[in-house]
Nanobody
């Protein structure tokens, strides 16, 4: 069964630095592009970041560039998103996705003092 399970969400103060994790199962993780996508309350989906298999080349939305870092550990079948200097506008449900066809259940980040 193909599955993605995110963790690491919670209430974070502005400027905080949480790390999200996404554990994959049921497929050969190392062979796939992996993405982070978020959805702020009352808004549509926003692509955040991607990492390709093999080379590990990374891509970021302008809204998070310089603050977020995507990485992967293929030995652990795990995708990460290190988030630094969080802002209230980063409040969202964060999804891990394999391409566009497989999604996790999401983990909520709320940035508030």
């Amino acid at each position: 069964q193909v599955q993605l399970v995110e963790s690491g969400g919670g209430l974070v103060q502005p400027g905080g630095s949480p790390r999200l994790s996404c554990v994959a199962s049921g497929f050969t993780f190392s062979m796939y592009w992996m993405n982070w996508v978020r959805q702020a309350p009352g808004k549509g989906l926003e692509w955040v970041s991607s990492i390709n298999p093999g080379s590990g080349r990374v891509y970021y939305a302008d809204s998070v560039k310089g603050r977020f870092t995507i990485s992967r550990d293929d030995a652990k079948n795990t995708l990460y998103l290190q988030m630094n200097n969080l802002k209230p506008e980063d409040t969202a449900l964060y999804y891990c996705a394999r391409g566009v066809e497989v999604w996790g259940q999401g983990t909520l980040i709320t940035v508030s003092s």
